[in-house]
Nanobody
Framework: QVQLQESGPGLVKPSQMLSLTCTVS??????????WSWIRQPPGKGLEWMGA???????YYSPSLKSRTSISRDTSKNQFSLQLSSVTPEDTAVYYC?????????????WGQGTQVTVSS
């Protein structure tokens, strides 16, 4: 079974860039799933799909975050990454990586455990 693990700083200052990496084991980011997503959950709010990178490297983003979001990958390390620019305290959330895209995301059991990111000075 594919396993995912998020990593990155837990604290980011306002206006700076948030960078997270998802390491995939037990499968390949080019063959195991059609796409790989980043999803977040702000405190007290629901899940928000942010964007995804497909098996061929193509990317697609939530319209509300598109101007600030970039997703890339390193196939040699079997990793994909998220960059969110110009962060504000409203970007404070638990960030998850998961198999799938906006049309279908794998069950939560297949997600990474999530990483808390706080935006604060």
């Amino acid at each position: 079974q594919v396993q995912l693990q998020e990593s990155g700083p837990g604290l980011v200052k306002p206006s700076q860039m948030l960078s997270l990496t998802c390491t995939v084991s037990g499968g390949s980011i080019t063959t195991s799933y059609y796409a790989w997503s980043w999803i977040r959950q702000p405190p007290g709010k629901g899940l928000e799909w942010m964007g995804a990178i497909a098996y061929d490297g193509s990317t697609y983003y939530s319209p509300s975050l598109k101007s600030r979001t970039s997703i890339s990958r390193d196939t040699s390390k079997n990793q994909f990454s998220l960059q969110l620019s110009s962060v504000t305290p409203e970007d404070t959330a638990v960030y998850y990586c998961a198999p799938g895209d906006s049309d279908y995301v794998a069950p939560h059991d297949y997600w990474g455990q999530g990483t808390q990111v706080t935006v604060s000075s």
